[in-house]
């Protein structure tokens, strides 16, 4: 359930992306404010991943609130640092929390935007970026894994 759930926040966001693109109109100012201009480096393309961020950052605030208020179903409440799973039953074999959603909403989005990235690299080069996308993907992916760190996972 977390790859579908990674698959389908990567697809939502490659489709909002694709509308965005195919509709210029739509959550972007026209040319002739922004990307005409001299001063301004931001192509339309960097608009639209700019959104794109805005829109995950958004989700993953309301997720992080979820995620804390959830806190308190953690029984025993260690359950939210650290599962000593002594039957090495991973992520599949756990109840779903809002870490978990929120965390495959912020994979999925990072795998999308890294991949965009490595997309416009010629156009907007940036390693420090690529860097921190990988980081947090395995981060994230590390936390769905096993069912580490539920609690401080809302921070991220």
């Known amino acids: 359930?977390?790859?579908?759930?990674?698959a389908l926040s990567f697809v939502s966001y490659h489709l909002l992306y694709s509308v965005l693109r195919?509709?210029?109109?739509?959550?972007?100012?026209?040319?002739?404010?922004?990307?005409?201009?001299?001063?301004?480096?931001?192509?339309?393309a960097e608009w639209r991943d700019?959104?794109?961020?805005?829109?995950?950052?958004?989700?993953?605030?309301?997720g992080g609130v979820m995620c804390y208020l959830e806190w308190e179903s953690f029984q025993?409440?260690?359950?939210?640092?650290?599962s000593i799973d002594t039957n090495?039953?991973?992520?599949?074999?756990?109840?779903?929390?809002?870490?978990q959603y929120t965390g495959a909403?912020?994979?999925?989005?990072?795998?999308?935007?890294?991949?965009w990235m490595v997309w416009h690299y010629g156009e907007t080069p940036d390693k420090e970026s690529i860097v921190h996308h990988v980081l947090f993907i395995l981060t994230a992916?590390?936390?769905?894994?096993?069912?580490?760190?539920?609690k401080c996972f809302a921070w991220m």
């Open 22 to 44: 195919f509709f210029p109109h739509f959550l972007q100012p026209k040319s002739s404010q922004l990307f005409e201009k001299k001063q301004c480096r931001t192509t339309p």
């Open 141 to 150: 992916y590390y936390n769905a894994h096993g069912w580490y760190f539920s």
């Open 88 to 99: 090495n039953n991973h992520f599949d074999n756990k109840p779903h929390t809002f870490v």
């Open 50 to 62: 700019k959104v794109l961020s805005t829109v995950n950052a958004l989700v993953q605030i309301v």
């Open 105 to 115: 909403a912020l994979m999925g989005f990072l795998i999308w935007d890294l991949s």
């Open 76 to 82: 025993p409440l260690s359950t939210g640092w650290i």
């Open 1 to 6: 359930q977390m790859r579908r759930n990674i």
